[in-house]
């Protein structure tokens, strides 16, 4: 499947002492660990949408994230190898096209496009990869026959199931109590009442044909891939075990990323599927978490419409730290839009404050867990410096050098 193009991402002056590492939370060991890419190649795995609705805030919230993370590689001199799926066909979207009446392939692709848009418009780096669920049918296929073969799958009626006694790790990815996971299974598209699975945590592998669903034929039988093992073999075909991040919204802590990763650790007979497990906050609107099925949601195309500047939106949404929950007000995007048109003036005067500590001090705020909060408050702290003295002697590149800090670590074009 295409990507969206990419955007140049300019080179900044080298680092003046040692650069730290980057860190990040890691939600299994529910502590902030230095990322180590090997072989100067850093790779990352990052769940897509399902594309039956339009791409929401707290969707761009979660992508922005790991543009931060591919960026902060990059401005350290390493290779990336971003993987991101596309769930191209899944419940929800067929859900959505029969209450429609529309054709799920063709909605799909409608909405498949429109996030390429939203995102090429908030200048998200593209991954290098970007595969659909459809066209990883066969692959999926394969793995799925693999678990079967190892005694590690067994059939309820026509579907097949990956018993989590196959997989001795599981649970330390999420560390949730057996409740809360049965709670969050039964909310999150699991069936924990499914009369004959030999553990209601169990997750569906294969689901074999249903009347009116799209279906492929293979030795398993006629049906199609559960949601779980899309992203263990998608990301395992590309990555291999033990890449460096696995990410996504916190609302896939478990079931998704759970299960994925048991499904890999059992194909591969190893252990962990992912370095890190991270994990973004969730956008809400009025106190609820913005989501589909609330109905509750601001989206990037309906902003674009209206003529909003794309970097003010990326702006609001890197005002708040990465990992936490936060509400989208309707001061935030004002706000945002006061302090872009700030930062564009104080980046355009003659002379402003030298930059070379900025730069320091953005980068080590981003190192750290990605602190966009720390990093655009220094700059705000020197564009006020600089639009306090207009015309006052200063440093001649100062203002290219703040407009290129701002693109290369934070994806914000002034």
């Known amino acids: 499947m295409d990507s ?97 009446g529309e054709n799920w392939k063709a909605l799909a692709e409608r909405e498949t496009q429109l996030f390429r848009e939203d995102m090429t418009a908030l200048r998200v780096l593209p991954p290098d990869d970007y595969i659909g669920a459809v066209e990883a049918v066969p692959e999926i296929t394969a793995a799925i026959e693999a678990l079967r073969d190892a005694g590690q799958a067994y059939a309820v009626d026509e579907d097949l199931y990956f018993p989590v006694s196959a997989a001795p790790g599981f649970g330390s990815e999420s560390n949730y109590d057996r409740a809360t996971m049965l709670r969050l299974f039964a909310e999150r598209g699991g069936d924990p009442q499914r009369v004959g699975k030999r553990d209601p945590l169990d997750s569906l592998l294969w689901r074999g044909r249903r009347p009116g669903e799209p279906f492929w034929d293979s030795p398993l039988g006629t049906g199609r891939p559960g949601w779980h093992i899309e992203c263990s073999v998608i990301a395992l075909n590309r990555l291999g075990m033990q890449f460096d991040v696995q990410g996504g919204g916190s609302d896939l802590v478990f079931p998704h990323h759970e299960h994925s990763a048991a499904h890999a650790e059992a194909l591969t007979g190893t252990a962990p599927f992912a370095k890190h497990y991270v994990h973004a906050g969730m956008i809400g609107l009025d106190g609820e978490k913005m989501s589909k099925s609330r109905g509750n949601l601001v989206l990037v195309s309906k902003l674009r419409a209206a003529h909003v500047d794309p970097m003010a939106v990326r702006l609001a949404l890197l005002d708040g730290h990465y990992r936490a929950d936060r509400e989208w007000t309707g001061g935030r995007l004002p706000a945002a839009e006061a302090r872009l048109a700030r930062w564009r003036a104080a980046t355009a005067l003659a002379a402003a404050p030298p930059a070379e500590g900025l730069l320091t001090d953005v980068r080590e705020a981003l190192a750290d867990d990605l602190d966009t909060t720390r990093a655009i408050a220094g700059i705000d702290t020197w564009a006020d410096d600089a639009l306090s003295s207009p015309g006052s002697v200063g440093a001649s590149g100062a203002g290219t050098l703040v407009r290129s800090l701002t693109d290369a670590l934070l994806g914000v074009l002034l």
């Open 4 to 100: 969206w193009p990419s955007v140049p991402v300019p080179r900044l002056p080298g680092y003046t002492g040692r650069r730290p590492p980057l860190s990040l939370h890691d939600t299994a060991t529910g502590s902030v660990r230095h990322t180590d890419p090997q072989d100067g190649t850093a790779r990352m795995y990052v769940c897509g949408i399902t594309p039956y609705d339009a791409t929401h805030l707290g969707h761009a919230a979660t992508y922005l994230a790991f543009d931060l993370v591919q960026r902060q590689w990059r401005d350290a001199g390493l290779r990336v190898h971003y993987v991101q799926n596309i769930t191209d066909v899944d419940d929800p979207l067929l859900e959505r096209a029969a209450h429609t």
